[in-house]
């Protein structure tokens, strides 16, 4: 057997790994999620000549990994703008939400919260006004990853379906 008739097999299996990471990259820190199970599949339609998966396909997962990626950039901020935060608290949740990156997932879930929190209080807000804006900054968080999980599961969903179908 030579390593052009395996290459298929490594290529899926790549394929494979990689959505399975990206699964997992939905509620992971510092894991491009969705992006990463797209490309699996993607790479996983390249590799059986598009037949399996074609364009129909492939075109509403790249529109559910927009949704995802827009998701998760605006859910915080639409969350800390809900709840009236300032320009102040709305840089800050995004300054808490890169520095808890470096802190794992406990960072991820307090970084965006004391972030717009600070921000709000540089704006000349309240104790109390700035653990409100705070708290609608992580709402809009948690909303965020549960639409992730959500359109994350659609996409296995749309996939599993093309190949059975």
């Not at 364009?55 to 790249?62: F, K, M, S």
């Not at 709305?90 to 470096?102: E, H, I, P, Q, R």
């Amino acid at each position: 057997m030579d390593f052009t008739s395996l290459l298929p097999y490594l290529l899926y299996t790549l394929a494979a790994a990689m959505v399975l990471v990206g699964v997992a990259g939905t509620v992971l820190p510092a894991l491009p999620g969705i992006p990463l199970m797209f490309a699996g599949m993607l790479l996983a339609a390249w590799v059986g000549d598009f037949s399996l998966l074609g364009w129909p396909t492939l075109t509403v997962l790249v529109v559910l990994t927009v949704l995802s990626v827009l998701a998760d950039l605006l859910a915080g901020l639409m969350g800390a703008k809900r709840v009236g935060a300032s320009v102040w608290a709305l840089a800050g949740a995004a300054v808490g939400t890169v520095v808890g990156l470096f802190f794992g997932l406990f960072g991820l879930l307090l970084g965006p919260f004391v972030g717009a929190l600070l921000g709000e209080l540089i704006a000349g807000g309240t104790l109390r006004r700035a653990a409100h804006v705070g708290l609608g900054t992580w709402i809009g968080i948690v909303i965020g990853a549960v639409l992730k999980v959500a359109i994350a599961f659609s996409m296995l969903g749309v996939f599993a379906f093309a190949l059975v179908f």
